[in-house]
């Protein structure tokens, strides 16, 4: 009996045993570097995870086993967490549980934030849940916790912003406690000072440490010149807005050198038929933006000194004008992005959403609440993908493989409730 209660934990302990006797050492990749020396453009918690490590058991492999360990955590206290306030049997919860685990089988070694952010967005999940069905302080503070963890590892978690906001909203509308009201107005001011503050602090700090990170043979950014030239969330902008325009709209800019280096950009993209006027199906955009930013960095380096402005700059200008002549077709384009990756992850979600909203604002129920909470949570996921990175199925898991479970748990609530009536 004692064995069946803690089946899950044995399970998950077990499978990630396993992993790590098969293999503890670090995967590298070309990202890999930010996290060893540091990184201007990236949150500083991953950084200060390895770099923690390191000092104290000098190899890489302890990061390994830490994350690794931290995700097999994660995956138990959700699987818990979802059969405190759901009754489902053993078998379903096992299923939950490996389902969950697969992630981890892909990326538990890489020197990259997935497994640490997987692992936080499991326990984020898991404290909403708690939160909806039993709200107190301890749940709340262990949510902007969460929250705050995953916005201090990637940029990407900017999205959790307006998530977190309509969750605080919801909770309001059920309870209207100007208690809560006061609770959660903290909880939120907390988040986003908290997080920014850390995140200047680290820019600040790396920023003044340039110099010593180059002396131990790194970078703030990694060493790596298009890194250190990299516009961030720009870099996609541009890259969309050059992919759907033409080499006619270099005219709407003024200015000659610009004109220039854009004709130069557009006649190497016509020649290798990277544009959207070349489209030839599923995946022709995932070959084009590579091939457009290569050959467009060193021009517009070039440019930028030049002109004495950044590359940054020059993105941003070309990205605003020339999406602004091209409007329709980059709202086309981005549905045309649904299309080209994951689109069932955002259909199934945006359908849930519309279902169970205005359901909610009638029932006021704690189960519709967190249907929509979900659903914009992964929504706003594949939105900010979409719109400002490159579709890489690494960038979703954080809010695909939690979505597919709950999918899956609604149905199995349904039918249960259905089989009785």
Known sequence: MIIKNYTIEILISTLVLVLLFYSSNPVFYSDSSRYLYGSLKDPPLYFFIVTTMQSIFTTLNSVVILQTSFVGFGVIFITKSIFKYFNLNLLIKVFVALFLFLPILQFYNHLLTEPFSYAFSLLFVSFVLRLIYNFNIQNLVWCSIAVIALLLMRSQFIFLYPVILLLYLGILFIHRSKKKLILLTISFISIIFISNSLISLNKYTMG???????????????????????????????????????????????????????????????????????YNGRGHFGFSSTVILHQSNFLLEKLAIKKNTTTANLKKEISIKLIKKNFKKYIKFIFKKFYDSSWLFVFFPFFMLLAAFPIFLKQKSNFLLFIVFISTFSLANHSLVYLFGRVQPRYLIYTDFILLIFIYIIFTILLKRNSIN
């Open 208 to 278: 003044s440490g340039e110099s010593d990170l180059q002396g131990r043979g790194g970078s703030p950014w990694g060493g790596t010149l298009g890194e250190k030239n990299s516009s961030g969330a720009f870099d996609f902008v541009y890259i969309d807005a050059i992919y759907i325009s033409t080499i006619e709209d270099k005219n709407i800019f003024k200015d000659d050198d610009l004109r220039k280096t854009l004709t130069t950009i557009f006649q190497e993209a016509d020649r290798q038929k990277v544009l959207l006027a070349n």
